[in-house]
């Protein structure tokens, strides 16, 4: 198998959801699920892990890259579901509680996941491992963590260095039709986002892998990432 930018690894899925994608990790130690979709996305995840024929005793962690209502929706049911640790930064875990103040314009993302936690019907969960920067997790050939504040505080990116892909969570999203950093709304320390980036475009990456994509190509989503730098105030 090809080892290009364009390379789509083995023992790594997604699975679509309305809004966000979630990923799945595989290989001969277990599954590793990434992130959790909206609540009103468990049918679709229920339906992608059914297909990957993954069994609730398959499971070894829940990673978590942030507590945002499209990442951590069913958070609460996949605990319930397999019984695996759930790993995410603690700084996340008053967004999973629905307790966190937002301030400035990110209000509005307050008020828009308190509708949507409503609407849903969505239960929290408790975060079992605290992730630190630069912690080295056992999973998918060894994922570093990488903390990327600004999006939320806690907001992490993980980092294959057998792959060389950084799981860039939402730092940016890559469609076909359009390539964007997120809206004002959406951060919740937008002081922090310059040295995020760069910090995610000095790692010896040959591919990103965002949550909110539609196309599979991770050289192309960091050479989308690195020509949003360019055209960005976050040129390095
Ligand atoms: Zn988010
Ligand atoms: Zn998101």
């Not at 992130?35 to 229920?46: E, I, K």
């Not at 945002?68 to 069913?74: E, F, K, P």
């Not at 310059?194 to 989503?221: K, M």
Request: charged fraction near 20%; aromatic fraction near 12%.
């Amino acid at each position: 198998m090809n080892k290009t930018p364009a390379h789509w690894p083995g023992g790594l899925y997604a699975i679509r959801c309305v809004m966000s994608m979630c990923h799945v990790l595989i290989d001969d130690q277990g599954v590793v699920i990434m992130d959790s979709g909206l609540p009103c996305d468990r049918w679709l995840l229920q339906r992608g892990l059914r297909r990957l024929n993954i069994k609730p005793a398959d499971v070894r962690a829940l990673l978590f890259t942030h507590g945002h209502l499209d990442h951590a929706g069913n958070l609460a049911w996949l605990k319930s579901w397999c019984g695996a640790p759930i790993y995410a930064h603690p700084l996340e875990q008053p967004h999973i509680d629905g307790t966190f103040a937002y301030t400035g314009p990110a209000r509005w993302c307050g008020r828009l996941e308190q509708a949507g936690r409503t609407l849903f019907g969505y239960a929290p969960a408790k975060i079992d491992v605290p992730l630190t920067d630069n912690d080295e997790l056992p999973f998918w050939g060894g994922l570093r963590v990488i903390h990327l504040p600004g999006h939320t505080d806690g907001h992490c990116g993980f980092y294959s260095a057998q792959h060389r892909l950084l799981f860039s969570a939402d730092m940016f999203a890559s469609y076909w039709f359009n390539v964007h950093l997120p809206p004002a709304i959406l951060y919740s320390s937008p002081e922090k986002i310059a040295v995020s980036i760069q910090r995610a475009d000095s790692l010896d990456a040959v591919g990103f892998i965002p949550n909110h994509y539609d196309f599979r190509n991770p050289g192309l989503h960091l050479q989308r990432f690195r020509q949003l730098l360019r055209a960005s105030r976050f040129e390095t």
